[in-house]
């Protein structure tokens, strides 16, 4: 390694450590095009190729009063996500409107006479309702993430100081993927009231029974800390985010009357999971630009320099110190394997053109394939158990 | 409440989740009782190394006492302990400070937003400004400061998991002991040393927390209250007075001391001469000792580990 | 007594005699012994001079640390001291002064980078770690900052220097600690020959190479700027 740098620089003598602290922009640089891995590609600094992803390893559960957590490493970044639920009661928003209810009430009083449950995707789920859902989440802030960075993780961010504008920026990303997926039922926080049948003995018709009444809903605080930095923090909040969502636990919650209270039942066998509609992945990409841009034309021509700019999947610490441009894909597969994109967007440049970015999203779903194998692995051996995957290149 | 830089939950804010076990006392729950002797410890796991992006770093468990087989509540039988601790250091003064001959020691501590059954703010409470302190007096009087002047460290530990003030069961909202935060400082001190250690930063010693405290788990009000170490406050009735101590058992010196507790009318049991104050600190002293002893084998590890 | 000297040590452990031993870096003394003081291999340096009579025990920080030979000046810690060689990065010129960050001190001024072997676990952990996500720009306020005083630029001509002609903001500059400074700035000496600009982009942003001890050369445009220009080692 001392002579590549050294060719790079013959006078310089610097160790390579110090060159890749002074220089990191040429120290990447002189490595992929000095550095080919056996079958021919450049590789980058940390010896990855372009689209090779660090290893992970995902845990779920190992906190105790949350009711689902996580904990995700990729490669040197490391995050823990606990996800608490609390309640909110419906007699206690100003704003409540018990009629707000009435679609869903209406679908749970026909499912529960056809002996179906919500969670049947049936054909049923009209437009109204799916609108309603996504409704409730918002209008109530139902859902509330929240990155937290000033851990210690890097000295960059000060304990003690508010949120930092990435900070802000990681938690408003996570929200709005959250809405924007619709990954989370309505129905799963909701804790309804059945009324008993006053006039049961008048009417003949039994399919005339009360509405159920909607008293409260479940908000899930979800907290994630970032407790070592290494690049990359948006992959590693959102996979935990996932994780840890699969693995809440709600209580069974149900009006008592005479109390005017929810009260939970402690029973583990009476609780459920969150059904979660999709298992949408995250990806980033970092883009690399030498910089100065190479100088004569001559370089690129003999081909040392390729384009003359690169693509890092999952970058580490010291590469995306070095990219401006970003590119961040987030995809998922539905029952059919029809891929669904939620965001394709570069950030911060322009130099991904929409061929790229459709190499970017394949790579991107078949990175899917294997979180979602990893997630299920995790959330079925039951906690806490680590499941580690092998870091792996993918192509388009 | 409502900070515009972070994802706000409802307005109306939210509640816990009251289990119909607390309101029906019919059907509640039995306290767990301690199995271990009165001096035998918890299992503690610790780590170093493992914040690739800090100076030095360290993780540290002390695993609860299990649950009964039968137990199959959704609320936690007991808490645990787990603290993540990292070093950024040696590194410059802000520019407005002024020239120090010493090394500058800060440290932070702060609590999860899930670390505890009721779910802590975001914002920097008083506890954690007082455990910030305890952990700093701990440290300052381990460390070397005049082998590194004009420069700074930043020790700041993130609790994940934070041992219970008392039996859950017994005052669910009760904040009046905070018991639990005793065995949250003993754990700062000791995954702080580690990180030090991990760092290089020269210490006189691996100074380490221990904590005791008098329990009274007798029905009979007049029984005398019960000297232990490395309480979990969960396991007993009441606790009488506590004591964490900063420890460098290498020099048979105290940087830290922290009582609490009402132990004025406490006796201890028959032939014990000492006061009450001098058992609870001797107690404190044996407990740091034997995590010296954890401690002392994981950085001795580390260092074979690096030669490798 | 040399046999009952521990391999390894950890902060708090005994090493030997203060009688015997004087206490090096990564040690200190109490009640007349040697203990250790950070964690790690012990090293037993015997005494160089005729007015050294007692060999010296430290505790190296690294493996990299434990090769090193014993020098005159023992360092007691990564900081930089007086005479240290560091390599620093210009952040400001001004009329009467350059700024600098210091980006990494350099062990002794005999310092060869033939005979370095580089410390995998540092060079790995160099490369994965952003100083400071938070913006890149900053990083240098994470740096211990020094400052070149018009008169340490250069040893000849000394009234005649012009800061502009000497250093531009962004040149590597290797240079030598002249004293602690006060409370923010390491002062940083170049009036040697093997200190000085040795790494500087052009006014176009390519890398330069020294033509001579006052001038660097852009290779693409061929273009010359003036620098204070550190020999080639």
Known sequence: ?396 | MNDRRRVNGPAEGTRRPVFACHVDTASAPTRPQRQREPKAFRKIALETGLTRSASGSSYIEVQPSPPPASYNSLIPHSSSLKLACSVHGPKPLPRSAAFSPNLVLTTHVKYATFATRKRRAHVRDASERDLGVHLETALRGAIIADRWPKSGIDVTVTILEAEDDRWWADAPDSHDASWGMMNVLAGCITAASAALADAHIDCLDLVTGGMAALVSDDENPDAPPKLVLDVDPSEHRSIVAACVVGYMPGRDEITQLWLKGDSSNAVLEDGDKRTVHEALIDGAVTAAKSVHAVLAEVVRESILAAGQ | ?233
């Open chain 1, 1 to 396: 390694m001392d002579s590549l740098v050294q060719n790079a620089n013959p006078k310089l003598q610097l160790t390579p450590t110090q060159f890749a602290a002074i220089e990191p922009n040429a120290y990447i640089l002189s490595q992929l095009s000095q550095r080919p891995s056996s079958n021919g590609v450049p590789t980058r600094a940390n010896a990855r190729e372009q689209f090779e992803f660090r290893d992970m390893t995902v845990t779920v559960g190992g906190f105790t009063h949350a009711n689902g957590s996580s904990t995700v490493r990729i490669g040197d970044t490391s995050v823990v996500c606990g996800i608490v639920a609390e309640q909110i009661y419906t007699s206690e928003v100003p704003s409540w409107d018990v009629s707000q209810a009435s679609v869903s009430a209406n679908k749970r009083r026909r499912l529960a006479s056809s002996g179906k449950t919500l969670l049947d995707n049936d054909e049923e789920t009209d437009q109204a309702y799916d609108n309603e859902e996504s409704r409730h989440i918002e209008d109530r802030c139902l859902l509330v993430p929240n990155v937290t960075m000033n851990t210690g993780c890097t000295p960059g961010y000060v304990p003690g100081a508010p949120p930092s504008e990435d900070e802000q920026s990681i938690s408003n990303n996570l929200l709005g993927l959250l809405r924007s997926t619709r990954m989370i039922q309505a129905e799963d926080l909701r804790i309804w009231y059945q009324p008993p049948n006053l006039d049961a003995g008048e009417s003949d018709s039994s399919n005339e029974t009360q509405l159920p009444e909607l008293k409260a809903f479940w908000v899930l605080h979800i907290d994630i800390m970032v407790m070592s930095y290494g690049g990359n923090i948006f992959d590693a909040a959102w996979t935990a985010l996932v994780a840890a969502l699969r693995h809440v636990t709600i209580p069974y919650a149900w009006w008592d009357v005479d109390k005017e209270i929810v009260l939970c039942s402690d029973d583990a066998s009476k609780a459920h999971k969150l059904s979660l509609r999709e298992m949408p992945t995250s990806c980033w990409f970092s883009v690399f630009e030498p910089q100065p841009r190479p100088a004569s034309q001559d370089e690129v021509a003999r081909g040392s320099l390729g384009d003359g700019w690169w693509i890092f999947a999952d970058p580490d610490g010291y590469e995306e110190s070095v990219c401006e441009e970003n590119v961040w894909c987030v995809v998922s597969k539905d029952k059919n394997g029809k891929t669904r994109v939620y965001r394709a967007q570069n950030v911060g440049g322009s130099t991904v053109d929409s061929e790229v970015m459709h190499n970017l999203l394949q790579i991107s779903a078949k990175k899917w394939e294997d979180m979602k194998s990893i997630i299920d692995e995790v959330v079925a051996t039951g906690s806490p158990r680590a499941v580690a995957w092998k870091g792996k290149s993918y192509s388009a």
């Open chain 3, 1 to 233: 007594m040399a046999s009952t000297i521990p391999t390894v040590a950890i902060p708090g452990q005994i090493l030997g005699p203060a009688t015997f031993y004087s206490a090096g870096p990564g040690t200190h003394i109490s009640e007349n012994n040697v203990y250790a003081s950070i964690a790690g291999p012990v090293i037993v340096d015997p005494a160089q001079t005729k007015t050294q009579k007692k060999s010296t025990l430290r505790v190296a920080r690294d493996l990299l640390d434990a090769k090193r030979a014993p020098v005159q000046k023992p360092r007691f810690n990564t900081l930089p001291a007086v005479d240290s060689i560091v390599l620093a990065r210009v952040t400001r010129v001004q009329r009467r002064q350059a700024t600098v960050a210091i980006l990494a001190v350099l062990d002794d001024a005999s310092f060869d980078p033939s005979q370095y072997t580089p410390d995998n676990e540092k060079f790995a952990s160099a490369l994965t770690v952003a100083p400071n996500p938070e913006s890149h720009n900053n990083t240098d306020e994470l740096r211990f900052q020094g400052l070149i005083r018009k008169e340490d630029v250069r040893a000849v001509e000394k009234d005649r220097v012009v800061m502009e002609e000497m250093f531009r903001v962004g040149d590597i500059v290797r240079g030598s600690v002249v004293s602690m400074g006060d409370q923010s700035f390491y002062y940083i000496t170049t009036a040697r020959n093997d200190l000085g600009v040795i790494m500087a982009r052009s006014d176009v942003g390519n890398m330069m190479f020294p033509a001579s001890w006052k001038e660097m050369r852009d290779p693409v445009t061929n273009v010359a700027e003036p620098r204070k220009v550190a020999r080639p080692l």
